[in-house]
């Protein structure tokens, strides 16, 4: 069956650096954009990166812009998120989404929480 396993999250410094990953199975990860999201406490899930099947194009919020970096490794079938600068207001769940056409799956997040 389709998983998305996340993984990297935990405590960190403001100014601090995480790197999550996803990892993909039971579906063809290479044909499928990547995305990852957010979800603060009392907040609506809001997308944080995306990743085109190969990669070529990657898309940002302005909040993470020049700060996070989205990347993929389609032989491993997993994709990354690289959080550098981490401020307090990242804090949140961060789930990834495999998306193709009307079809999408989710994973079930892993937890990054910054603060000193």
């Known amino acids: 069956q389709v998983q998305l396993v996340e993984s990297g999250g935990g405590l960190v410094h403001p100014g601090g650096s995480l790197r999550l990953s996803c990892a993909a199975s039971?579906?063809?990860?290479?044909?499928?954009?990547m995305s990852w999201y957010r979800q603060a406490p009392g907040k609506e899930r809001e997308l944080v990166a995306s990743?085109?099947?190969?990669?070529?194009?990657?898309n940002y919020a302005d909040s993470v812009k020049g700060r996070f970096t989205i990347s993929r490794d389609n032989a491993k079938n997993t994709v990354y998120l690289q959080m550098n600068s981490l401020k307090p207001e990242d804090t949140a769940v961060y789930y990834c989404?495999?998306?193709?056409?009307?079809?999408?799956?989710w994973g079930q997040g892993t937890e990054v929480t910054v603060s000193s």
């Open positions: 989404k495999a998306i193709r056409g009307p079809r999408y799956y």
């Open positions: 039971g579906f063809t990860f290479s044909t499928h954009v």
């Open positions: 990743i085109t099947s190969m990669g070529g194009n990657t």
